[in-house]
């Protein structure tokens, strides 16, 4: 009999969802978390037909070199700025990721980072943990208010469009955001948001959200010169990718009192962390948590395997995985 396809799989996920893979392949898993240098991934993809990747995992032209049968990567996540995806398409690999299922548990945490930022949640934390409530005073820990602001979102997908709703039907927000191109018109209606150039996005909001891909073209997007143009009440929220953001910029621009506070969860060089955003008491830090509830965590990893399953010719959907990356996709930093 025909050999059955090998996949492997990158990183631990859920035991009882990376079964269903054993049906149709034979399963290199992961059983503990693991920092796989490229010349690993190499190796491990050298005699895969198919691969179940996270982002920490660079899936690009070298890592392919030698990996002959490799037929389909599925990455958990939907950003796949880790992939190579012009790379993977002249190889005729299909890649796919996982939208949609994750966007409302990350547009929550969009929010909830935005308004910790705002009203100082966690540095209240730190600071009466660190015992230094020994009386309550009338100015303490003052911060900025939310409801009835502006909200600015850079980049307009499925996460940002969230992010815009909660901010316009449960906050009384007035909601601007700027994308490549304008919405159409039902999108903007349901997302109560009005496009407008970046410049006036960065200069009107009080709130600004990155909810944006990161490639070669949107590197250090926000740069002095952006922040620059921001309120000196304003706050930022990244829960793209760190890389939108020259933090040695953004660090100046807090650490200066040019900008109010800043929430990450995404950093360029994570999950080390620049030291000079660690010493500033106006940012929260979150470590790349912005689709972890247990729920959408699982949904991510059931899409992943589907996609894996049906792209190499296997299960009910054989051959058309139901989330592949768009053709058009550029990808790859
Ligand atoms: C994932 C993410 O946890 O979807 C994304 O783009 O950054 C996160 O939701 C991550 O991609 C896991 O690989």
């Not at 198919?50 to 030698?66: K, P």
């Not at 996982?98 to 934390?125: H, S």
């Not at 143009?229 to 910029?249: C, F, H, Q, S, Y």
């Amino acid at each position: 009999p025909e050999a059955r396809p090998r996949v492997w799989v990158s990183q631990p996920l859920f035991g009882d969802i990376i079964a269903g893979l054993d049906e149709h392949f034979e399963v290199d898993d992961t059983r503990e978390v693991t920092a796989w240098s490229p010349a690993q991934v190499a190796r491990k993809l050298a005699d895969a037909d198919g691969a179940l990747v996270t982002l920490n995992e660079r899936v690009g032209a070298a890592e392919i070199a030698d990996a002959p049968r490799l037929r389909a990567v599925a990455n958990v996540g939907v950003g796949y700025d880790n992939l190579d995806v012009a790379a993977l398409r002249a190889r005729d690999i299909v890649a796919t990721n996982t939208p949609d299922v994750l966007t409302e548990t990350t547009a929550d945490m969009g929010f909830a980072l935005l308004m910790a930022a705002a009203r100082r949640i966690t540095e209240g934390e730190r600071w009466l943990r660190d015992g230094r409530w020994t009386q309550w005073s009338f100015d303490t820990l003052l911060g900025h208010d939310v409801h009835s602001t502006t909200l600015g979102i850079l980049g307009m997908g499925r996460i940002g469009q969230g992010i815009a709703r909660r901010g316009a039907l449960g906050f009384g927000m007035r909601v601007l955001y700027h994308n490549r191109s304008r919405l159409p018109d039902r999108i903007e209606r349901n997302s109560r948001a009005a496009w407008v150039d970046l410049d006036t996005l960065l200069r009107a909001a009080d709130h600004l959200v990155l909810v944006l891909p990161y490639s070669a073209a949107t590197r250090h997007l926000i740069d002095a010169a952006a922040l620059a143009k921001m309120k000196p009440t304003a706050t930022l929220t990244n829960i793209a990718r760190g890389g939108l953001v020259d933090e040695d910029a953004l660090a100046d621009a807090l650490s200066a009192g040019r900008l109010a506070a800043a929430a990450l969860d995404v950093f360029e060089g994570e999950p080390a962390v620049n030291p000079r955003l660690l010493a500033l008491r106006n940012v929260v830090l979150t470590p790349h948590v912005g689709s972890a509830s247990l729920a959408t965590r699982r949904a991510m990893a059931t899409l992943a395997v589907d996609n894996l399953v049906a792209a190499l010719g296997r299960g009910p959907r054989a051959g058309d995985p139901p989330t592949p990356i768009a053709a058009t996709a550029t990808g790859a930093t």
